[in-house]
């Protein structure tokens, strides 16, 4: 083989359909989180099913990612606060640009309690 063909089989790709491998350990919590977003986004401009959407109410807290990069913001700054944070659980997730992106949480849910997580924050309407 001369370097020429070797270069062409450094890149190949392969695509597979997802779930072929079976699902994805996050592919609820991400599902949950976009549904929240997506009901209770006032703006359809935002892409909140996408990014998230601004709301803080007494069930949850919601928040975009930040890009302001300021040490005095809360999620850019010492704080990191959460993207999304239910309250009466405690349970947290970050995000890094977009839903499901380098996504982190504070405890891992079972399906029930994530189940009951995305009831509850749909059922509490904003002001
Ligand atoms: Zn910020």
């Not at 007494?58 to 999304?84: H, I, K, L, Q, T």
Request: proline fraction near 3%; charged fraction near 30%.
């Amino acid at each position: 083989m001369n370097q020429e063909s070797n270069n062409l089989v450094e890149n190949i790709e392969v695509y597979v359909p997802m779930g072929m491998f079976g699902a994805r350990k996050d592919y609820l919590l991400e599902a949950m989180i976009r549904a929240i977003a997506e009901y209770h986004s006032k703006d359809e401009g935002e892409w909140s099913d996408k990014y998230g959407t601004a709301v803080d109410n007494c069930v949850f807290s919601m928040r975009p990612y930040c890009w302001c990069e300021s040490e005095d913001c809360r999620w850019c700054g010492e704080e990191g606060a959460p993207n999304f944070h239910h309250k009466p659980s405690d349970f947290k997730v970050w995000w890094y640009k977009y839903i499901g992106r380098g996504m982190q949480y504070n405890k891992e849910l079972t399906a029930i309690e994530c189940a009951e997580i995305l009831s509850e924050c749909l059922k509490i309407r904003d002001n």
